[in-house]
């Protein structure tokens, strides 16, 4: 999506995040985060038409990338706090995003998790979601 994507990151999935742990976030090279003690990490990816029926809202396609990855976090008893999202797309609709990245965000917020950064490109609709959170350690 080359130059296109910048401004698309920018305009849909760069809200940023009060959490002071995120030292970089959406728009550097790499995210940084404090994170204190253990990690649980986890990511699924979801496919248009095998995950999710084609023309699913977006907001719901949004909702239900980060709701999975929060439902492997409950399992492990973990906190969660960032996530990252590689997007593959067949166009940049403007409506779609938007849908989308409510979707996403009004989950994340409700949860606390902050995204902090991720991949677009060009191809069939493909969401995948990396989600990060603290844990107790265990041996």
Known sequence: MSSGEFAIIEQYFSRSSDDPDVLRGV????????????????????????HFPAGLAAEAVGYRVLAVNLSDMAAMGAQPRWCTLALTLAESETTWLEGFADGLYGLAERFGVALIGGDLTRG???????????????R
Do not use: H, M, R
């Open 27 to 50: 728009g550097d090279d790499a995210a940084v985060v404090a994170a204190n003690g253990a990690l649980a990490v986890a990511v699924d990816t979801l496919v248009e038409g095998v």
């Open 124 to 138: 069939p609709l493909t969401v995948s979601l990396q989600i990060l959170g603290t844990v107790e350690p265990t």
